[in-house]
């Protein structure tokens, strides 16, 4: 789930920044309207990050936040990654 590029960097943004309005997500991952629309919600389909919609006077608002679940998630991908770097990085040494 949290492979794939879209929402890994919608996750880690979160993660690092807090909530975010989709405009702000949308420039910091560098995706279209669409795309940023189908991968956050198979994260909270995920149940890895919320969304609230609101308005800010008249205009509409839309801000994602991270879950717990979704941070877990997250530590645990980045863990296993780690674990590959490592391993790699421990192979290509004893070449």
């Known amino acids: 789930m949290i492979h794939e ?10 993660a690092a920044s807090g909530p975010l309005t989709f405009s702000e997500l949308k420039e910091i991952v560098g995706t279209t309207d669409g795309n940023l629309s189908v991968h956050a919600r198979k994260l909270e389909d995920a149940k890895y990050i919320v969304c609230t919609k609101g308005f800010e006077g008249r205009t509409p608002k839309t801000e994602y936040s991270i879950t717990a679940k979704g941070r877990r998630a997250l530590e645990k991908y980045l863990d296993h990654m780690e674990a590959l770097i490592r391993a790699a990085r421990a192979a290509a040494k004893s070449k």
Do not use: K
């Not at 590029?5 to 979160?14: C, E, H, K, P």
């Open 5 to 14: 590029r879209v929402r890994l960097a919608i996750l880690s943004a979160l």
